[in-house]
């Protein structure tokens, strides 16, 4: 019995949600594109789409292109955070971060959540889900600052645990950047419900 009530535990058990409003979703997409071609925010829908050949966010960056958004007023660097959305990938989109901690000790990103050929993977290397094409599915990802630990559930089922990338002045992104190398032409995400949990 106990056990039951252990695996049917929600992820969100025990956290207290964070208000979110319209200004703490801070837009990124390439410069010298507008906003309505690369975003659209319907129907409680947000839908992020970017090309391989886009430029980046900024004319003096040279990172790979991206429309993300960015959530803004909720920076932590301490406690025990999670992130929830409900996000959406077509076929065909891969080689692309659809989910990302941004600020680490070393490096840009503590996580970064991968969609190749309908896969997640952890940056490019452990497979976290399989087969995630052409379906809504449920993301949370709860970061333990404390314990340095970053646990991910795909529909309410733990699928992966790792370490973090050290202190930082972290926040949470979702939406379409780039990978490295081996991005589809055309990368789309779409979010529904996003939110934010702590305690």
């Avoid at 886009?54 to 959530?71: A, L, Q, Y």
């Avoid at 959406?88 to 503590?110: C, N, R």
Wanted: with cysteine; aromatic share 16%.
């Amino acid at each position: 019995m106990k056990c039951h009530q252990i695996f049917g535990a929600d992820p969100t058990d025990g956290f207290a949600e964070v208000a979110l409003a319209e200004d703490n979703f801070v837009l990124q997409k390439p410069y010298n594109e507008p906003l309505g071609t690369r975003y659209s925010y319907k129907d409680g829908v947000r839908s992020f789409w970017v090309y391989n050949h886009d430029k980046p966010f900024k004319s003096s960056s040279g990172t790979r292109p991206r429309t993300e958004v960015r959530i803004k007023g909720h920076d932590y660097s301490s406690g025990i955070w999670q992130f929830e959305g409900y996000a959406y990938v077509p076929k065909g989109t891969s080689g692309v971060t659809i989910m990302q901690i941004h600020g680490a000790s070393e490096g840009a990103t503590t996580l970064q959540l991968r969609i190749y050929n309908g896969d997640m993977k952890y940056y490019k290397f452990n497979v976290v889900a399989t087969d995630l094409y052409d379906k809504w599915f449920r993301l949370n990802v709860i970061h333990d600052v404390v314990k340095g630990k970053i646990t991910v559930f795909i529909d309410s089922e733990q699928k992966f645990v790792v370490n973090d990338q050290g202190p930082g002045d972290l926040y949470f992104k979702c939406g379409v950047y780039a990978a490295p190398a081996g991005s589809s032409n055309y990368m789309d995400s779409r979010w529904r419900d996003i939110k934010l949990y702590k305690k």
